[in-house]
């Protein structure tokens, strides 16, 4: 069974920085690329960045470039993503996202998801 | 980067049949196959329920099926359930090499 278990959300002063992860099994890590999506409260999915199988790409929102880097280490199965610069507009729960395809490359056919974690940003 | 554009909400009594639009550009919408949808209840994470415009994954209800015409892509749920009633999105691959949502539609049975 696949399963996705995000953590590290928690609440952050604007201009500090988090750090999520992504816990992955039930599969082979490698193999997927890895996306993270997140959801401000009531809101809408966004789109946040993508990760290839096995790193050879990165993506990123216009909104989080230059402040947000998504890794990966294959050793861990876990997939994380550092949030530098925080602003209360990323206030949101950050969701963990495994493509559907196992080809390493992203298409966004999201097919698994994890539960969430919810970052804060406020003073 | 735009959101897609999805009606806020859509009903329909149990049996019926609904559509749902999801109109984009030719940045996204119009020029890719990667075009997925998204169930959503209260408080889960979302489903993938159709992906690359047309294609269910395993487990999934074949009374959702999926289009695409030109810029606007389109999910048509059949034979309503009470089950069905949740929050709908759709997603675009965009010639930036990203991704989009759209805005969500709530889907009420009545």
């Known amino acids: 069974e696949v399963q996705l278990l995000e953590s590290g959300g928690g609440l952050v002063q604007p201009g500090g920085s988090l750090r999520l992860s992504c816990a992955a099994s039930g599969f082979s890590f490698s193999s997927y690329a890895l996306s993270w999506v997140r959801q401000a409260p009531g809101m809408g999915l966004e789109w946040v960045s993508a990760?290839?199988?096995?790193?050879?790409?990165?993506y990123y929102a216009d909104s989080v470039k230059g402040r947000f880097t998504i890794a990966r280490d294959s050793s861990k199965n876990t997939l994380y993503l550092q949030m530098d610069s925080l602003r209360a507009e990323d206030t949101a729960v950050y969701y963990c996202?495994?493509?559907?395809?196992?080809?390493?490359?992203?298409?966004?056919?999201?097919?698994?998801w994890g539960q969430g974690t919810l970052v804060t940003v406020s003073s | 980067q735009s959101v897609l554009t999805q009606p806020a909400s859509v009903s329909g009594s149990p049996g019926q049949s609904i559509t749902l639009s999801c109109t984009g550009t030719s940045s996204d919408v119009g020029s890719y196959k990667f075009v997925s949808w998204y169930q959503q209840h209260p408080g889960k994470a979302p489903k993938l329920i159709i992906y690359e415009v047309s294609n269910r994954p395993s487990g999934v209800s074949n009374r959702f099926s999926g289009s695409k015409s030109g810029n606007t892509a389109s999910l048509t749920i059949s034979g309503l359930q009470a089950e069905d009633e949740a929050d709908y999105w759709c997603s675009s691959f965009t010639s930036s090499n990203t991704f989009v949502f759209g805005d969500g539609t709530k889907v009420t049975v009545l």
């Open positions: 990760i290839t199988g096995r790193s050879e790409a990165t």
């Open positions: 996202a495994r493509e559907k395809s196992g080809s390493g490359s992203y298409y966004g056919s999201l097919e698994s």
